[in-house]
C-alpha cells in the first residue's frame, strides 16, 4: 500500500478510513498493536495452545552486527520464564524463508549471549512466521519444524520452529484465528485483547491518530532507505560519496545512520 503524506493530516474519518484498509498481516499495523502486551499475550498464548504471561514486547526491533548483515524483527517477546519469541509477519512467497529464519535466530541468540557467557545460558527460543501462503505446499494451516536422530529420536536445541498461514482455512477455532489477522474487522470482538487492540486502532480517536504517526514513520524510513541505496549504487559506479549524498539528497550523519542496516 502506498501512503501519501496528505492522507495521513485529513479529517479524523479520512484518518480512519485510511487506517480501516490495514490488518495484522501488514508489518507496520501488527508492530503498533503487538505493542499491546495484553493483546500480545493473546495471539501468543492462542498460536501455542498454551499461556504465556509476557513481560517484555518489542516491535521493529533491529539487532545491530556491524560486520555482517543487521535484521529488524517484525516483534521479539520475552516471557515470565525468560523464553523468546520471535514472530515474523511475510506476505512475500518469493524468498527464502527457512534461511531467513535461520539467520534470524542466530541474530537472536548472539544478542542475548553475553561475551564468555556458557552456551547453556541461550533462552529457549520459538521461531514464528505467520505468512499469507502456505510455505510447505501441504494444505495445512500450521506446521512445526523439528529435527530428529536417525528419524528416530528428536533432537533439541532449544530452537521452536512454528509456521502458521492464512490461506489454508480448515475451519478450526485456529484457522478463525488467521483469518482474523488477515481481515482484522474493527466490528470483531471474537478474539479478546487482540480484537481490542485493533478496535482501539482502527475506531479510537487517539488509537487512530497513534497508527497514523506510525504510518508516517514508516513512510518516512521506507523514503530514507531509498536513498540510501541511491548513495550505496552510486559509490558502486565510481561517484565520490560528497556527490552521491547531493544527488540523494541525503546528509552524511543521515546515511551513515542508515546504511548499516540497508543492504
Known amino acids: 500500500m502506498v501512503i501519501r503524506h496528505e492522507d495521513l493530516i485529513g479529517t479524523y474519518e479520512q484518518k480512519r478510513a ?22 500480545c499475550e493473546y495471539l501468543l498464548s492462542a498460536l501455542l495452545g498454551k499461556p504465556i504471561k509476557v513481560i517484555e514486547n518489542k516491535t521493529q526491533y533491529s539487532l545491530r552486527n556491524i560486520e555482517n548483515h543487521s535484521v529488524v524483527l517484525d516483534a521479539l517477546v520475552e516471557d515470565d520464564e525468560h523464553k523468546l519469541y520471535n514472530v515474523e509477519i511475510q506476505i512475500n512467497d518469493k524468498k527464502d524463508h527457512g534461511r531467513r529464519m535461520r539467520y534470524y535466530h542466530t541474530a537472536i541468540d548472539w ?3 553475553e561475551k564468555g557467557e556458557d552456551y547453556e545460558n541461550l533462552p529457549e527460543l520459538y521461531m514464528i512466521l505467520i505468512s499469507v501462503f502456505d510455505p510447505f505446499k501441504k494444505n495445512k494451516n500450521h506446521y512445526e519444524v ?22 489454508v482455512d480448515d475451519g478450526t477455532g485456529l484457522s478463525k484465528l488467521l483469518q482474523y489477522l488477515k481481515l482484522s474487522e474493527a466490528s470483531n470482538n471474537n478474539f479478546g485483547a487482540l480484537s481490542q487492540a485493533v478496535n482501539y486502532h482502527k475506531v479510537k480517536n487517539e488509537g487512530v491518530d497513534f497508527m497514523c504517526k506510525a504510518v508516517e514513520e514508516y513512510a518516512k524510513e521506507q523514503r530514507l532507505e531509498g536513498n540510501v541505496k541511491t548513495v550505496k549504487n552510486l559509490l558502486k559506479k565510481g561517484i565520490p560519496l560528497e556527490t552521491a549524498l547531493e544527488c540523494a539528497e541525503l546528509d552524511k550523519e543521515t546515511y551513515e545512520k542508515y546504511a548499516e542496516r540497508v543492504q
Request: glycine letters at 2%.
Open 111 to 113: 544478542s542475548y549471549l
Open 146 to 167: 523439528k529435527q530428529y536422530v536417525d528419524d528416530t529420536t528428536e533432537y533439541d536445541d532449544g530452537i521452536h520452529r512454528l509456521y502458521f498461514n492464512t490461506e
Open 18 to 39: 485510511l487506517v480501516s484498509q490495514f490488518n495484522l498481516m501488514d508489518d507496520t499495523f501488527f508492530a503498533v498493536v503487538m505493542r499491546n502486551k495484553d493483546a
